[in-house]
T-cell receptor
Framework: DAMVIQNPRYQVTQFGKPVTLSCSQT?????MYWYQQKSSQAPKLLFH???????NEADTPDNFQSRRPNTSFCFLDIRSPGLGDTAMYLC?????????????FGDGTRLSIL | GQQVMQIPQYQHVQEGEDFTTYCNSS?????IQWYKQRPGGHPVFLIQ?????EVKKQKRLTFQFGEAKKNSSLHITATQTTDVGTYFC????????????FGTGTLLAVQP
C-alpha cells in the first residue's frame, strides 16, 4: 500500500543535542509537510516543500531546518533542541499545495527532550 | 491572522447518543476539510467540502459547510466506541497562501 513512513516512532535526546527525523513516501506526491503537535493541541505547520521549493512558516524557530533530497524523502533537523521542543512531529504529503487536496499523514515521531 | 476555533473542546457521550462539533473561522474559507485522530494516532482525512451550504454524508457522519463559508459542523448519529478520537476541521483562506489552518479540535469520548 502507498503510504507515508516516519522513522523513528520514538526518539529521546538530550537538551542541545542535534536530532534528525525522517519521512518517506510512496505516494509520489509533490508536497511534503512537517507539523509539530503538542499534547492536546492541533498540528502546527512548520514548513513544507513543493517539489524542491522550500516554504518556511514565519513563526518556525530557526532551530528547525528541513531537507528534501528527492521526491520520496524529507528530513526534519533540530539543531539544538530545547525542552519546549518535546512534541509529536508529523510528516504529511499531498498531491498539490494550496490546501485543496487531502493530506496524508505518517504515524509521527514522538520526540522527548531530556 | 486567521483563526479556526472548534467547540466543544471535549465531549463525553454514552454510546448511542448523537454528537456534534462546530468549527468557526475568523475569515471566509475556500474549502474545509475534516480529519479524525485516534488517541496515539495520526490525523486521517475524512472529507472535504467546497461549496457554500454543502452537506455530505458518510454513513453515520454528516458534514455541513455554512452558507457564508465561515463555519462547518460534523454530526455523528448514534455514536459507537470506534468514534473515539479528536476531530479537527482544517480550512484554507480564500486567496491566501498555500496552507491549511487546523482548528483547535474536539475530543470525543464514548462510554459503552
Amino acid at each position: 500500500d502507498a503510504m507515508v513512513i516516519q522513522n523513528p516512532r520514538y526518539q529521546v535526546t538530550q537538551f542541545g543535542k542535534p536530532v534528525t527525523l525522517s519521512c518517506s513516501q510512496t505516494l509520489n506526491h509533490n508536497v511534503m509537510y512537517w507539523y509539530q503537535q503538542k499534547s492536546s493541541q492541533a498540528p502546527k505547520l512548520l514548513f513544507h516543500y513543493y517539489d524542491k521549493d522550500f516554504n518556511n512558516e514565519a513563526d518556525t524557530p530557526d532551530n528547525f531546518q528541513s531537507r528534501r533530497p528527492n521526491t520520496s524523502f524529507c528530513f526534519l533537523d533540530i539543531r539544538s533542541p530545547g525542552l519546549g521542543d518535546t512534541a509529536m512531529y508529523l510528516c504529511a504529503t499531498s498531491n498539490e499545495p494550496g490546501g485543496n487536496q487531502p493530506q496524508h499523514f505518517g504515524d509521527g515521531t514522538r520526540l522527548s527532550i531530556l | 491572522g486567521q483563526q479556526v476555533m472548534q467547540i466543544p473542546q471535549y465531549q463525553h457521550v454514552q454510546e448511542g447518543e448523537d454528537f456534534t462539533t462546530y468549527c468557526n473561522s475568523s475569515t471566509t474559507l475556500s474549502n474545509i476539510q475534516w480529519y479524525k485522530q485516534r488517541p496515539g494516532g495520526h490525523p486521517v482525512f475524512l472529507i472535504q467540502l467546497v461549496k457554500s451550504g454543502e452537506v455530505k454524508k458518510q454513513k453515520r457522519l454528516t458534514f455541513q459547510f455554512g452558507e457564508a463559508k465561515k463555519n462547518s459542523s460534523l454530526h455523528i448519529t448514534a455514536t459507537q466506541t470506534t468514534d473515539v478520537g479528536t476531530y479537527f476541521c482544517a480550512g484554507r483562506n480564500r486567496g491566501a497562501t498555500n496552507k491549511l489552518i487546523f482548528g483547535t479540535g474536539t475530543l470525543l469520548a464514548v462510554q459503552p
